[in-house]
């Protein structure tokens, strides 16, 4: 029976040492079972004080209006919509992993989908603080949402980019997170059945909402995973898509292109894996997971990040080849005076882009480079600034000066408490990922005991050696009669 | 409460398994369930479980949702509400299909996940029993029901045969969880031409 799950030994294994079930089951519960360490709380608090800063940067916000930031009448998107973008960019490389992947039979794909969903449904949070906070009368968010009302009723306008927005990340939300919990039960329920403490069994016992491990419920639960996967698949694509439309359907120079959905999906990948990269790097050393997050996962990641980077490279140069051969001439002025012009105001942000983005990651066409830790690390740290740049070109460049020289803006630059509402939602970002890898299994469990006798590096040197035995041999010792 | 009896065997390796519950459902047993800490392929149908119709579920969810977007978005902007956008046409298809496709995968979502835990009778704070806490862990749990006419000897002895580990009798109060196994018990029951 065990032959059934052959894999070839050209593929490197995903699950390095000497591993049995229960011995994955011990790895993986370790972090989450033991006190956290002097650095977790370190950590912890750290981003519980960022968290704080962002809080009283918001309510300064709510309080005083949204003239606390420096946004104007021209340059009414600076940071606020950038963070934004950039935030929903790096939520996208989860589901990715947890959807297409899963559909492409991806095995390395449950090393680092549990992390990164998590990653995913964080980044998502972080991104919607943006656009709600920008709306200034906070206390009215909700008239973005289509609910019967005593004005007429007045319904919001269905047509407009925005009001996609609204329902596409919450949608991406919503989603990710019921796919993420629900691929969560077998692993709580693992953890609630090893509990010995009180308050471990009660909490987990909730958290696990009564999962068993019944042939039917774990019938019922791949059938889930797998249409969710189908559902989530073009749900990723749709999401950024959308984001792109609330550029590419005005008609500022600089944002009316029509690349623009499939440029925001690979840029959003790119940070993406970007982010898990970085979290994954520490986590893996932190929480001694290195048997599971392998070299060999940050490998494959690292050949997307290049991947994606060049796609996100072609877009730039594409754009900027069509903006001079267009024969528009507003748009080739966008790109002309406000971004390739290193002595315009936001010049430097264009180059900081392109170094980042498009020349960076060219080192990992070299594999030394895409196994080496460090510079994973630090190559990760440059996308993601880069990233950020990215979206901060495409938003402050295009509008402070686009038509009537009469309307352009001076040097955009933002407040402190614009500053501080970026930094609060790294807070809430790392406040979140601390409590989840303490609290959570941060390696998917039961995904990886479903590998292990196919990718398990002591179950692969088990099969090289039957490999080799000659046929008869092998059919005498291994071959059964399926009539019996 | 009524109290069940049933012999439950480990199993610590699938490959074992597999034989012993072809051999068991052979035999004539009735296998009550087989707990395992992650999902096996294959071991639905040498259970003689149904497929299970999870799928068919969220695809009508889903239709549910597409017809709830365009349903409602071309009532408020073709009679409840028309509003002249740039004179364009009050039914502006185009427009509409993110929000459809957004609703579409929401409601299949949301749906899904809610019908898979009803049918699974799972929520927070659901008590179930699973014979072996090892069961989430390493082993893989079979449990036989026991009737009346059951000779627990002989059945711990076969599963014995078949390579089970620590096999015991073991009795359960049929609550309400045991219950609607009871209903799905059918599925189990091993036909007459598959009886050697």
């Not at chain 1, 029976?1 to 790895?27: C, F, W």
């Not at chain 1, 420096?70 to 929903?88: M, P, Q, S």
Request: some cysteine.
């Amino acid at each position: 029976m065990a032959l059934l799950r052959y894999e070839s030994q050209v593929r490197p294994p995903l699950i390095e040492g000497d591993k049995n079930y229960h011995q994955v089951t011990v790895d993986i519960c370790r972090p989450v079972e033991a006190r956290p360490t002097r650095l977790w709380w370190i950590g912890f608090l750290f981003s519980v004080a960022l968290l704080c800063f962002g809080i009283v940067s918001v309510t300064m916000e709510v309080i005083y209006g949204v003239g606390q930031w420096n946004l104007n009448k021209t340059v009414g998107w600076g940071w606020d919509i950038t963070n934004f973008v950039w935030w929903i960019g790096i939520g996208h490389a989860g589901t990715l992993i947890s959807a297409i992947l899963l559909l492409f039979r991806q095995g390395w794909r449950t090393g680092v989908n549990r992390a990164a969903e998590a990653m995913t449904i964080f980044a998502v949070i972080c991104a919607g603080q943006f656009p709600i906070w920008h709306m200034g009368r906070v206390w009215m968010a909700f008239f973005v949402l289509p609910y019967p009302n005593t004005r007429g009723p007045v319904w919001p306008n269905f047509n407009s980019a925005l009001l996609w927005d609204v329902f596409a990340i919450s949608t991406y939300f919503t989603v990710s997170l019921l796919f993420w919990y629900s691929g969560l039960l077998p692993d709580l329920a693992t953890l609630r059945d090893r509990a010995k403490l009180k308050w471990r069994k009660l909490f987990y016992g909730v958290a696990a909402f009564g999962w068993t491990g019944s042939t039917k419920h774990w019938q019922r639960f791949e059938t889930l995973a797998l249409v969710l996967a189908a559902l989530s698949t073009p749900l990723v694509l749709s999401v950024h898509t959308i984001v792109s439309f609330d550029f590419a359907t005005s008609v500022v120079p600089g944002w009316h292109t029509t690349i623009f959905p499939p440029y925001f999906v690979a840029g959003a990948i790119f940070s993406g894996f970007a982010m898990v990269q970085t979290l994954l790097v520490v986590t893996r050393k932190v929480l001694s997971l290195e048997e599971y997050i392998t070299l060999e996962h940050i490998e494959v990641m690292n050949k997307i990040i290049i991947l994606t980077g060049s796609i996100v490279g072609i877009a730039y140069l594409t754009e900027l080849f069509i903006a001079w051969y267009g024969v528009n001439g507003y748009e080739w002025f966008a790109f002309r005076q406000n971004r390739v012009n290193l002595s315009s105001p936001y010049g430097w942000a264009y180059y900081i882009m392109m170094g980042c983005n498009v020349l960076s990651p060219q080192i990992f066409w070299f594999r030394k480079m895409r196994r080496n830790l460090m510079v994973t690390f630090f190559m990760s740290i440059l996308v993601n600034i880069g990233m950020w740049f990215e979206r901060f070109v495409i938003i402050v460049t295009s509008v402070h000066r686009d038509y009537l020289p009469s309307a352009w803006s001076i040097y955009y630059r933002p407040t402190i408490w614009e500053v501080g509402f970026y930094m609060g939602t790294f807070g809430l970002f790392f406040t979140c990922y601390f409590l989840f890898a303490k609290f959570f299994p941060v390696v998917a469990l039961a995904e990886i005991k479903h590998i292990l006798k196919r990718s398990g590096e002591n179950y692969k040197k088990k099969m090289d050696e039957v490999e080799h035995e000659p046929v008869e041999e092998f059919v005498a010792e291994h071959g059964h009669d399926h009539g019996a | 409460m009524a109290v069940k009896k049933f012999v439950v065997g480990c199993f610590d390796d699938e490959a074992v398994l597999f034989p012993a519950v072809k051999k068991t459902r052979r035999a004539g047993y009735k296998i009550h369930d087989v707990f395992t800490p992650f999902p096996i392929h294959g071991l639905d149908k040498a259970l003689g479980l149904k497929d299970t119709s999870l799928d068919t579920a969220g695809f009508f969810y889903a239709i549910t949702g597409t017809a709830t977007a365009l349903g409602f978005i071309s009532w408020v902007f073709t009679s409840d509400w028309p509003l002249n956008i740039g004179g364009k046409p009050h039914f502006s298809l185009p427009a509409w299909i993110p929000i459809t496709f957004e609703l579409t995968v929401l409601f299949s979502a949301i749906g899904m996940v809610l019908t898979f835990c009803y049918l699974c009778q799972m929520a927070p704070f659901v008590k179930k029993d699973h014979f072996n806490l090892r069961s989430t862990d390493d082993l893989f749990v079979m449990a036989l029901e026991c009737t009346d006419k059951t000779n627990e000897a002989e059945t711990i002895a076969f599963l014995e045969s078949l390579g089970a580990k620590d096999v015991k009798v073991d009795r359960k109060e049929t609550r309400w969880w045991l219950g609607r196994y009871d209903r799905e018990s059918k599925v189990f029951e091993v036909k007459e031409e598959a009886t050697a």
